[in-house]
């Protein structure tokens, strides 16, 4: 029996943007398409985040998720499409957006002759900000040393400067690009208890990664992009849930092991026509099914 893989495209859980029960959203992207000629942008990319959720945009590499990120900030100028942060457009209201938000993205980059203090202080002076109190306080839990200079960093302390960059003036929307690579396993926990923290504040996180484990913990929302579209939006609860089952078959001292996406009436009709010695079907982890969304057809 052949492996059955989804059928993304016509998924029950379809991506889009709908206005939310309560509240509002703090992201709105409608119809985004951004083509580098001959090469994969993103598609009609739609999807909204209500404000406060912490929300994973998981995907491989390549997909677009850091295409989608830049032009929501207008670091890219797109072809089509609508975006909306905190209720102000992307385009004409550039300036009053990137006060109230966080940037961070996926490789730290500092003018290595500064030290990082001096990295710090300009980035909050930038904003026309005093942020002394907050940075101090996010660079003691990340264990930041202000006096180094960015050139002798390892990318794991260039990642907390860039942390530090990102949250010290409190912003109402964090955009973090796969913010965690590089960081040794207390500095993510120490990482996500700065973000379970700004959102209880009520800020709104847009985590991108492809890290399934910590999305899984700590998101509670979640869109999958590949190849330039996104598939899928909604809770993380709900993607786990799947009709996906591994597999296991014993026959004639041989085992097959696949994934079966389908009518399991059908598969225990193949079973019974296979006459195996041993039968094993267990639910896949959510590891397994986010790989089965990103492969292609």
């Not at 001959?38 to 990319?45: D, K, L």
């Not at 209201?93 to 490789?107: A, F, H, W």
């Not at 899928?232 to 026959?251: F, I, P, Q, Y």
């Not at 041993?278 to 990103?294: A, G, N, Q, T």
Request: net charge positive; hydrophobic share 35%.
């Amino acid at each position: 029996m052949k492996e059955n893989r989804i059928d993304a495209e016509n998924a029950d859980r379809t991506a889009g943007c709908k206005e939310p029960a309560s509240g509002r959203n703090a992201i709105e992207i409608r119809n985004l398409t951004k083509s580098y000629g001959r090469q994969r942008g993103v598609r009609e990319v739609s999807l909204c985040v209500k404000e406060g959720d912490m929300f994973g945009f998981l995907g491989p590499n390549g997909a677009g998720k850091s295409t989608t990120i830049r032009s929501m900030l207008g670091m890219l100028h797109f072809q089509k499409g609508e975006i909306r942060l905190l209720g102000m457009d992307s385009r004409r209201q550039r300036k009053e957006i990137l006060r109230q938000v966080g940037y961070m993205p996926s490789e730290a980059m500092f003018y290595s002759s500064m030290r990082v203090k001096e990295v710090i202080r300009f980035a909050a002076r930038a904003r026309g900000m005093d942020c002394d109190r907050e940075a101090d306080r996010i660079c003691e839990r990340l264990s930041v040393d202000w006096e180094k200079r960015i050139g002798e960093l390892s990318l794991g302390n260039r990642k907390k400067v860039s942390i530090v960059c990102a949250m010290q003036h409190k912003p109402k929307l964090l955009i973090l690009d796969e913010p965690t690579s590089g960081l040794d396993p207390l500095m993510q926990e120490a990482f996500f208890s700065l973000l379970l923290e700004a959102r209880q504040r009520g800020a709104t996180c847009f985590l991108s990664s492809h890290v399934l484990s910590e999305v899984k913990r700590y998101c509670n929302r979640a869109a999958v992009i590949r190849a330039g579209s996104v598939i899928l939006s909604d809770t993380v609860e709900n993607l786990a849930k799947s009709d996906l089952r591994r597999v296991k078959v014993r026959k004639d001292g041989q085992e097959q092991a696949f994934v079966h996406n389908g009518n399991m009436r059908e598969l225990l009709a193949w079973l019974g026509q296979m006459e195996p010695e041993d039968v094993l079907i267990e639910e896949p982890s959510l590891e397994e099914i986010f790989v089965h969304y990103y492969e292609k057809e």
